[in-house]
């Protein structure tokens, strides 16, 4: 009687489109049920309505009102939160299953292999694996397809494959060619009398810079240096049309992970032809510097094309052990390399003031390495300081890449440029408002108010002297507070400012072996030396850089995240007790960071305070209050005890030491 009914379906109709409808977020919990995330309200998922959807979806909904309580009844999907994916193999009946790699997402999905896949796949094998069906797309159970094999369950190198396949890198070094000759045809400077060197860890193998330095003098007296940068040209031997180059395009930077290196170029050229290697003579593109005694640069800087040989192959430690004068230092091998290390130390002496004083330096932070054994197994943390070699090759690499940028911007009229514009303008007001309420007193409120008004803050020198104002305040509440308000570092093929580094333009072209934007700088610079046609670069380009490095930032993190979590696995038993610095405070804990070793860990709430209805979070302050009392904040550093290790999740978990 009411089967086919119109009138019937057109009041169901009715009823349907009479009901309040929403777009949202999924969220998953660890039970059958969900929620409808929203931008002002959240609203439940019945375990039947979470069938058709799942964690991380971005679904349209009606509501359903039952009394007083209201549930999301999954109508329409938006975007699904998994397309390409990570997943681990899983047979159940001798069904091909697959278990997604997201802390939220339970379910396993029933999957087939695709015909490219020949590996024999079986339980707990890494996967990549693309969506196929959707309940809400398809009026299909989920589905999905494994498109790539990664390694075993019981890999060593799991962490490092697994991450690389998630971010869609190769962990294969660029494919390279059976001979190189040399392409370029413009003539070479024969610089290979210059007593250069290169100070490398000991263990480098792809050394794209070297160094000499001389001293300037008048009438007999010092007036200044004359610095020499010789840097590898890997140009000269790859045609801008072949599949080297295309490579490299497409992976932009030498991808340096724990314990092993995957390289921008092919290694005959990274590691050896190119390589600055000592005793070897090799083509390079070549800076000419001056500087007066206090470090500042005092005529336009000069390119040339050269050969250049490296005479001596120094290692960070030990030039630094011997600057140091540390006892049974080791000592340079003859009096001209011994020259070398000590006006280079002088230079880079004044270099460090000069910088301090006229651009930004930042508070030094220790770097945090994994010692890696052959079969993976993360050996030691090492957190060391740069030492004074390090800086000497850093600030020579900083003072070249300045000239870089003035020579491109000058000469070439483009090129690609490192910028960094500071405060975002919409939280510029936000930055003016904290400087006044954390830096100014009474007696100079009126003062500051100027000096870190939104237009001053929005310039180069207003951005600089605001640093310098808040360089001598002990802790890092400021900086990590001041952090949240700026921008993302850009690449541009205009010039553009580098707030961060407190410098009008900078140009990067020391590391071509190992960046592709520098590469692209060199043949411009290259172009610029002789009747060469030279292009600006594209947009593309600048976004694929962009992209990259993104990504490498990931893969570095995540790779970072297991790999601490493997080396605490053995050790929670002990509850080692470590200093941690707070990063982020939120309602359900603080995020923070063990400062022996650089791992990220979380303190739950539960573990700070008994009663969750006595502690109030204020966003502003990235503050913890307690009973209206202020308690923690952004940068305190806590003693906390490692009490839990979560390998599925990456995760750290501590408590709070009283």
């Known amino acids: 009687m009411f089967q086919n009914n119109p009138l019937l379906s057109q009041l169901k109709k009715q009823i349907h489109d009479s009901k309040p409808k929403v777009e949202g977020i999924v969220k998953g919990t660890d039970k059958s049920y969900g929620f409808l995330e929203c931008d002002k309200k959240s609203y439940f998922l019945p375990p039947q309505a979470m069938k058709k959807v799942m964690h991380g979806d971005k679904i349209k909904a009606t509501i359903e009102t039952n009394g007083d309580k209201e549930q999301a009844e999954p109508t329409e999907l938006i975007e699904p939160m998994l397309s390409r994916f990570i997943a681990r193999v899983h047979f159940y009946n001798n069904k091909l299953q697959l278990l997604v790699e997201h802390p939220q997402i339970n379910q396993p999905i029933n999957a087939n292999k695709a015909k490219n896949v020949e590996k024999e796949l079986k339980s707990g094998d890494w996967v990549v694996a693309q969506l196929k069906t959707h309940p809400l797309r398809d009026d299909r159970l989920l589905f999905a397809q494994v498109t790539e094999y990664i390694c075993e369950a019981e890999d060593e190198f799991a962490p490092w494959w697994v991450t690389l396949a998630k971010h869609q890198q190769s962990r294969y070094p660029v494919q390279g060619a059976e001979s190189y000759e040399m392409l370029d045809t413009q003539p070479r400077e024969d610089l290979t009398a210059l007593n250069f060197v290169t100070i490398d860890s ?66 005959e050229l990274s590691d050896d032809l190119c390589s600055l290697t000592e005793n070897d003579q090799r083509a390079a593109l070549v800076c000419y510097i001056e ?119 000058r000469v070439a009229k483009c090129g690609i440029f490192n910028t960094h514009l500071g405060f975002d303008p919409k939280f510029l007001e936000n ?104 292009k600006k670069p594209e947009d593309e380009i600048l976004q694929r850089l962009q992209e990259a490095r993104r990504q490498n930032r990931l893969v570095e993190r995540d790779i970072a995240d297991w790999l601490y979590c493997r080396y605490f696995a053995d050790k929670v038993a002990e509850k080692p007790v470590f200093d941690a610095e707070i990063q982020d405070i939120m309602r359900g804990g603080f995020r923070v960071q063990l400062l022996e070793n650089g791992a990220q860990a979380f303190l739950p709430s539960s573990m700070v305070h008994p009663n969750k209805e006595e502690m109030q979070v204020n966003s502003d302050e990235i503050a913890l209050y307690i009973n209206g009392e202020k308690q923690y904040q952004l940068a305190d550093v806590i003693k906390v005890r490692l009490i839990e290790v979560k390998e599925s999740t990456r995760s750290l978990i501590v408590e709070l030491v009283a």
């Open 431 to 534: 930055a003016h408002k904290f400087l006044l309420d954390k830096v100014a007193t009474e007696a100079n409120q009126a003062e500051l108010s100027e000096r870190y008004s939104t237009n001053n803050l929005a310039t180069l020198a207003g951005y600089c002297q605001m640093r310098h104002d808040i360089e001598p305040i002990e802790g890092d509440y400021l900086e990590l507070r001041l952090r949240r308000f700026l921008t993302f570092a850009e690449f541009k093929s205009d010039l553009a400012p580098h707030f961060g580094l407190g410098l009008d333009g900078y140009a990067t072209w020391t590391s071509p072996i190992r960046k592709y934007s520098d590469m692209v700088n060199h043949r411009l610079i290259k172009a610029s030396l002789t009747t060469q046609s030279y």
């Open 202 to 267: 000991e263990t480098t193998k792809d050394m794209d810079d070297a160094l000499y330095i001389e001293q300037v003098e008048e009438n007999g007296q010092q007036i200044g240096w004359k610095l020499v940068v010789a840097i590898a040209d890997p140009t000269a031997y790859i045609d801008e049309n072949s599949q080297i180059e295309r490579d490299a395009k497409q992976r932009c930077f030498t991808n340096y992970l724990p314990g092993f290196n995957i390289p921008m170029l092919p290694r």
């Open 291 to 409: 500087t007066d005694l206090q470090g500042k640069i005092t005529k336009d800087p000069q390119f040339v094309s050269a050969y250049v040989i490296s005479k001596a192959k120094l290692a960070y430690n030990k030039v630094s052990d011997y600057l140091e004068q540390k006892d049974n230092a080791w000592q340079p091998e003859n009096p001209v390399i011994k020259q070398q290390i000590d006006w280079l130390h002088q230079f880079t002496l004044a270099r460090i003031t000069w910088r301090q004083t006229h651009h930004l330096s930042f508070k030094e932070k220790p770097d945090c390495s994994f010692i890696v054994s052959e079969n993976g197994h993360v050996q030691e943390i090492k957190a060391e300081y740069r030492r004074i070699a390090n800086q000497i090759v850093e600030e020579s690499m900083i003072i070249a890449n300045i000239c870089a940028a003035q020579y491109l911007d």
